[in-house]
Every structure is written in structure tokens, then in C-alpha cells.
């Protein structure tokens, strides 16, 4: 078995990306320069979780923060990232210019002045493994996006009384608000359905949708008022796809009605950024299209060295999705060739190339109606 690290040592890794840039003072001179945004605040699910859940308390809050997970993070930490290394958040704070992805919210908030300084330094993380825009989504086992919000806001007076409002929003308006989220809501809903009728089903994600878009336009508008400007928004991707939907299938073929879902819930989310974009001063976004990346990939897993679409690398049974991913699974030796780590998470390979494409591909391609470097650049 690989040697893993302790808390303390996790603990640790957050603790020297705080310490990437010595002070304040220093750290604003650095935003000022242009040569990077000042800061990435992250909200979502488990996909961009840099371990906010490991300072969750409950037996059902899911956490990534034991073996296998983190087995190809430097020194083997299981951080609470869900994926054996890093994840999209990580990738994509890097391709912008950050040393380290934006620490989780938790481990700061006991600590004022450790807080306002990664916030101005670099970001805060947010996202929490099980959240949706719902409340009731996985309801008391993660931090909601409504509460992510509050967060936020949390974090905001406390720059203000630190660092001045004047300086505080010059930030924030140049920061990249990055976001995913609404699969876990789509998974929910999706049990609750599997034994009514195919119309019962349809009436009922007809009325979902609505829901979801008034959720996740309150939680956009309410940051905007905050002083965010630059939203990095990644969609729901192949939800059907997923190993533990495959399980389903004799075949283990993807699920057409999860992917469906997902499709109509990509159509209105891209709807209400425009919509949003037109009605809110100074704001910008960039969509990233999750879903068009993972049907295009899955059409030609070869081209981009997958060997294995289909199957988690870490579980265990049918498709690796039938047993979790714990310190007794069964592991794949070939990380880098399986697109999926464990039942729901794309490995830290899918993560990097998901990144790559999100931030500086050909508008149009993945992106719209920039990509996201053009909108991490943009007012710097």
C-alpha cells in the first residue's frame, strides 16, 4: 500500500500555499502588475472541493480525505480532493498564473487575519463534495451554494475592515468567480424519478428546471452585488456517463434519460448567463461546455490516451462502481488511461485536459462567448 501523510501534513500543504507570497502589501503589488487576476474565488461541488467537507461534522458527509484518493498528489496527500490527484480547480488556478489552488474556506474561517489573507493572495474555496443550488440537495451533509454565498459575503466585511472597500472591490472586480454546479441536484432528482412513467418524468424536470436556474441566478446576482464581475462558469457534463450510471445498464451503456437532463439544464443555464449578461453593469462571463467536451472525448477516447471510458479506477465490482473508493479498493495502475477515478469523478488526467480546453481553446469550441483566459485578462 502507498504511504500516505498525516492530517497535519495536510494541513500543511494548505499552509505553504498561504505562505506562497510573504505579505498583503506584497500580494496586491502582484495583482497590480496585471500579470494574473489578484484572486479565484471557487463555488460548487465535489469537482472543484479542495476539502471543505473534511471540517464538515456527520457520518454521511462524503469526503475524499483517506487512501486511495490523493495517491498521485505531491507526497501522497489525501486532501479532501475528490480525484487520486489534482482537480479542475487546481488546473485551471494554475493555468492563471496562481502557485496552488485557492484553500478551502473552512480551514481559514477560525482565523481572521489568515482568511483576508488568502482571499486577497489568491481566493478562497467554497465548493463542497455533495452540494447543489438546492438546499435540500443531500440537504446537512455539505455547504449548499445559497450558504457558499454567505461565505463569501462572510469573507468580504472582513477584507473591507482590512484592506478598505475601495481596495476590497477594485479585487474583487478583477477576481474570477469560478462555478459547478447542479449535477448533484440532477442525481437527486433522477432517484427520486427512476420508478415513475417516462411523462411523469418529463412533467416533473419541466417543473425542476425553473427551480434550479431561480437558485442559481439568485446566487450570480447576489455575488454581482458583492462586487464580483468575471464569472468562469463550467456546465454539467455526461451525467449519464458516470460509471455509477452505467451500473444500470446490462451493458454498461451511459444513461440517455441522465444525459438528457443534463442537456436541458446546460440549455437554460446558458440562457440565463445571457439574459444575466445584458441586465447586470460590468459583467462578464465565459461558459465552459462540460458536456460537449465528455460527448466528444467519449467518441474518440483513443485520441486523447484513454484506454478505459467506462469503468472507476478506484472501487471495486462491476465497472469499479459497485464498492467505493477506500484504503481496501482496488486500484488501476494506469491512472492516466481512465477517464473516471472513482463512481462520479473524472480523474486527475480528465481534470487536466477539462482545464486545458476550459481556459484557452478556441472560443466557440468549448467556450462562449470567451474562453477562459480571455476572461481571467480581462480588465487587467
Known amino acids: 500500500m502507498v504511504g500516505y501523510t498525516s492530517s497535519a ?4 500543504t494548505t499552509l505553504l500555499c498561504l505562505l506562497a507570497v510573504a505579505s498583503l502589501q506584497v500580494m496586491m503589488a502582484a495583482a497590480a502588475t496585471g500579470s494574473r487576476p489578484p484572486a479565484m474565488f471557487v463555488f460548487g461541488d465535489s469537482t472543484l472541493d479542495v476539502g471543505n467537507n473534511n471540517y464538515l461534522p456527520g457520518p454521511d458527509v462524503p469526503r475524499a480525505n483517506m487512501p486511495y484518493y490523493g495517491i498521485d498528489f505531491p507526497g501522497s496527500v489525501a486532501t479532501g480532493r475528490f480525484s487520486n490527484g489534482y482537480n479542475i ?3 485551471l488556478a494554475k493555468s492563471m498564473g496562481f502557485p496552488c489552488s485557492p484553500p478551502p ?13 488568502a482571499a486577497a493572495g489568491g481566493g478562497v474555496s467554497y465548493a463542497s463534495g455533495g452540494a447543489g443550488i438546492l438546499d435540500s440537495t443531500n440537504g446537512g451533509n455539505n455547504i449548499p451554494l445559497s450558504k457558499q454565498v454567505q461565505y463569501f459575503r462572510s469573507t468580504k466585511s472582513q477584507m473591507v475592515a482590512k484592506l478598505g472597500s475601495r481596495a476590497t472591490n477594485l479585487l474583487l472586480a478583477k477576481s474570477v468567480f469560478l462555478f459547478s454546479v447542479g449535477s448533484n441536484d440532477l442525481f437527486v432528482f433522477a432517484v427520486a424519478e427512476q420508478n415513475k412513467s417516462t411523462a411523469a418524468q418529463q412533467r416533473d424536470a419541466a417543473a425542476l428546471y425553473p427551480r434550479l436556474i431561480s437558485g442559481y441566478s439568485a446566487a450570480i446576482q447576489a455575488l454581482h452585488a458583492l462586487g464580483a464581475r468575471k464569472f468562469a462558469v463550467i456546465n454539467v457534463g ?12 446490462a451493458g454498461g451503456a451511459c444513461s440517455g434519460e441522465l444525459n438528457e437532463l443534463a442537456s436541458g439544464l446546460d440549455d437554460a443555464i446558458a440562457s440565463m448567463f445571457g439574459t444575466l449578461a445584458t441586465r447586470l453593469p460590468g459583467f462578464a462571463y465565459s461558459l465552459a461546455d462540460y458536456y460537449g467536451l465528455s460527448t466528444a472525448t467519449f467518441a474518440d477516447p483513443r485520441a486523447v ?5 467506462a469503468g472507476a479506477c478506484c472501487g471495486g465490482g462491476r465497472l469499479g462502481a459497485e464498492a467505493p473508493c477506500t484504503p481496501n479498493a482496488t486500484v488501476c495502475a494506469d491512472r492516466d488511461r ?5 463512481d462520479v ?4 488526467r480528465g481534470a487536466m485536459l477539462a482545464a486545458q480546453n476550459f481556459y484557452d481553446s478556441r472560443p466557440g469550441r468549448y467556450t462562449a462567448p ?3 483566459k480571455q476572461l481571467a485578462e480581462t480588465g487587467l
Open 345 to 348: 469523478h473524472p480523474s486527475q
Open 370 to 372: 470567451v474562453n477562459f
Open 9 to 12: 501534513a495536510m494541513a500543511g
Open 89 to 91: 480547480a487546481d488546473y
Open 238 to 249: 455526461l451525467l449519464g456517463c458516470v460509471p455509477a450510471a452505467r451500473l444500470h445498464d
Open 338 to 342: 481512465h477517464a473516471f477515478w472513482d
Open 105 to 117: 474556506y473552512l480551514s481559514l474561517a477560525p482565523s481572521t487575519s489568515r482568511l483576508v489573507h
Open 305 to 309: 490516451g484513454y484506454a478505459d471510458i
